[in-house]
């Protein structure tokens, strides 16, 4: 009798430390703080820029880890937004550009905020996280759906939007996205949270209040490293990309190229500040010890280099987007990864570290070995695609590119960092060539059918510009 009640007492202690060990580690899950930023290319001072002014992103930085080769999955907001938040490239989705909805393509696709909703995580978010176009609500508990905003459209060259406005820090959306995520994060919750914060400045227009742009007197700014004949070399899918005719002509025919550089550091000047504001209240907050922080830009910009304007290429410019990860116990201060890494591994990388199962649609691999060793084995290359079956290879030496067409470009990063010399047809590199072809996706799905909302959209601002 007693060898059963002993036995039976003992059964429920391991029962009831089994229950208290789970309800344990549910409590003891990391936190997510999940940062996006729009149109942020390398312009940022803990990649070596030295023009630029971004002290709070290299201070966030300079606490975990900072990727040197991060690129994102495709040059454009939505399908690099969707590519990301899908965990699906472009060529598996057939979301290739801004009109296609993704919503509506892969309309069943549990998305990465869903998925931490469906685990037990509160999930909540401002500002700008999906396209504008396509939000999808119901992966959120909370949102804040409307930040307002001020007339900032105030002037620019054809289609690069820039300029000066009268307006107040506070008058911005991304300050009203930093006040919202903030008030979450000052307050104790009883679940973990995926809180994100999405900032639509650095894109155009750029125009922030003039303070910013005292930051950077126009007589000394310093314009990109262009080589005058760079096209020269570049194969007719690739200069159709460029579209030299297109805005770069503009620019150079109204003299304002060193204004525009002005504005888009004054933009990204004021973005940072905001940054600055979130992380102060991060470091107040109770959740500094147990959240993880990732921050990634969606994609690259180009300002002039190739003769290109913003991004929609698969240059260095338009592909390259900051990236940062804070992982406590984890990520070493102060460390640097320079592999190359495209931020299909984020989704992953989430479910990882915050033991989440992966699901299966997932295309990228978590990355918690770089994080813990930056200089650990890592066999993947970074992949960007553009448009249908246009995609770029980039590893730790070479940038390889093969458009729809079959036209080819090569550059090799230990001698050429500005992708100045094109040797695709240098026989002696054929081997490299097929080499990094291999490592090409080879799914390309057709394009998704065109949303018609975003059609109207358009030709509603073609007659707008049309009209005086
Ligand atoms: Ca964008
Ligand atoms: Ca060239």
């Given at each position: 009798?007693?060898r059963?009640?002993?036995w039976?007492?003992?059964?429920l202690?391991?029962?009831?430390?089994?229950?208290?060990?789970?309800?344990?580690?549910?409590?003891?899950?990391?936190?997510?703080?999940?940062?996006?930023?729009?149109?942020?290319?390398?312009?940022?001072?803990?990649?070596?820029?030295?023009?630029t002014?971004?002290?709070?992103?290299?201070?966030?930085?300079?606490?975990?880890?900072k990727?040197?080769?991060?690129?994102?999955?495709?040059?454009?907001?939505?399908?690099?937004r969707?590519?990301?938040?899908?965990?699906?490239?472009?060529?598996?989705?057939?979301?290739?550009?801004?009109?296609?909805?993704?919503?509506?393509?892969?309309?069943?696709?549990?998305?990465?905020?869903?998925?931490?909703?469906?685990?037990?995580?509160f999930?909540?978010?401002?500002?700008?996280?999906?396209?504008?176009?396509?939000?999808?609500?119901?992966?959120?508990?909370?949102?804040?759906?409307?930040?307002?905003?001020?007339?900032?459209?105030?002037?620019?060259?054809?289609?690069?939007?820039?300029?000066?406005?009268?307006?107040?820090?506070?008058?911005?959306?991304?300050?009203?996205?930093?006040?919202?995520?903030?008030?979450?994060?000052?307050?104790?919750?009883?679940?973990?949270?995926?809180?994100?914060?999405?900032?639509?400045?650095?894109?155009?227009?750029?125009?922030?209040?003039q303070?910013?742009?005292?930051?950077?007197?126009?007589?000394?700014?310093?314009?990109?490293?262009v080589?005058?004949?760079?096209?020269?070399?570049?194969?007719?899918?690739?200069?159709?990309?460029?579209?030299?005719?297109?805005?770069?002509?503009a620019?150079?025919?109204?003299?304002?190229?060193k204004?525009?550089?002005?504005?888009?550091?004054?933009?990204?000047s004021?973005?940072?500040?905001?940054?600055?504001r979130?992380?102060?209240?991060?470091?107040?907050?109770?959740?500094?010890?147990n959240?993880?922080?990732?921050?990634?830009?969606?994609?690259?910009?180009?300002?002039?280099?190739k003769?290109?304007?913003?991004?929609f290429?698969?240059?260095?410019?338009a592909?390259?987007?900051?990236?940062?990860?804070?992982?406590p116990?984890?990520?070493?201060?102060?460390?640097?990864?320079?592999?190359?890494?495209d931020?299909?591994?984020?989704?992953?990388?989430?479910?990882?570290?915050?033991?989440?199962p992966?699901?299966?649609?997932?295309?990228?691999?978590?990355?918690?070995?770089?994080?813990?060793?930056?200089?650990?084995?890592?066999?993947?290359?970074?992949?960007?695609?553009?448009?249908?079956?246009?995609?770029?290879v980039?590893?730790?030496?070479?940038r390889?590119?093969l458009?729809?067409?079959?036209?080819?470009?090569?550059?090799?990063?230990?001698?050429?960092?500005?992708?100045?010399?094109?040797?695709?047809?240098?026989?002696?590199?054929?081997t490299?060539?097929?080499?990094?072809?291999?490592?090409?996706?080879?799914?390309?799905?057709?394009?998704?059918?065109?949303?018609?909302?975003?059609?109207?959209?358009?030709?509603?601002?073609?007659?707008?510009?049309?009209?005086p």
């Open positions: 009798m007693r059963t009640l002993s039976i007492i003992g059964l202690c391991v029962f009831g430390s089994v229950l208290g060990a789970t309800a344990h580690a549910a409590d003891a899950r990391p936190n997510v703080l999940f940062i996006a930023i729009d149109d942020l290319r390398d312009w940022v001072g803990f990649l070596g820029d030295t023009q002014k971004t002290p709070n992103l290299d201070r966030l930085a300079a606490r975990g880890m990727f040197t080769r991060s690129y994102c999955a495709a040059p454009v907001c939505n399908p690099s969707t590519a990301l938040l899908t965990g699906m490239r472009p060529g598996s989705t057939g979301v290739y550009n801004n009109n296609i909805d993704w919503r509506e393509v892969v309309p069943d696709v549990v998305t990465l905020p869903l998925h931490f909703k469906q685990n037990g995580y999930v909540a978010g401002a500002g700008k996280i999906t396209h504008d176009s396509f939000k999808r609500r119901s992966d959120w508990e909370e949102y804040l759906d409307k930040a307002g905003g001020v007339k900032d459209d105030v002037g620019g060259v054809d289609g690069i939007r820039f300029g000066a406005i009268d307006a107040d820090d506070d008058d911005m959306p991304d300050a009203k996205s930093v006040k919202y995520v903030s008030e979450y994060l000052a307050k104790k919750h009883d679940k973990p949270f995926f809180l994100a914060c999405g900032f639509k400045k650095p894109h155009m227009p750029f125009s922030v209040p303070k910013y742009f005292d930051k950077f007197p126009l007589d000394r700014i310093k314009l990109p490293d080589k005058a004949d760079d096209l020269k070399d570049i194969p007719p899918a690739g200069i159709k990309m460029a579209q030299p005719d297109g805005d770069h002509a620019i150079m025919k109204s003299g304002r190229w204004e525009a550089v002005q504005a888009y550091l004054a933009t990204i004021f973005m940072d500040t905001m940054l600055g979130l992380i102060e209240n991060f470091d107040r907050s109770p959740h500094r010890d959240t993880i922080i990732v921050l990634w830009s969606d994609h690259g910009w180009h300002l002039g280099e003769e290109h304007w913003r991004k290429a698969l240059w260095e410019e592909t390259r987007a900051p990236l940062i990860w804070s992982v116990n984890l990520t070493l201060t102060g460390s640097t990864c320079e592999r190359p890494v931020f299909m591994h984020i989704y992953p990388t989430l479910c990882d570290l915050c033991g989440l992966a699901p299966k649609h997932l295309q990228g691999r978590s990355i918690r070995t770089l994080l813990k060793d930056p200089q650990a084995e890592w066999s993947q290359p970074a992949i960007t695609t553009h448009e249908f079956k246009n995609h770029a980039r590893t730790e030496r070479w390889f590119i458009y729809a067409n079959g036209d080819e470009e090569l550059y090799d990063h230990d001698a050429d960092p500005h992708e100045w010399t094109n040797l695709a047809s240098d026989a002696k590199l054929a490299v060539k097929s080499e990094l072809e291999k490592l090409l996706p080879t799914e390309n799905a057709p394009p998704g059918k065109k949303s018609e909302a975003e059609v109207k959209v358009k030709q509603k601002a073609k007659a707008k510009k049309k009209s």
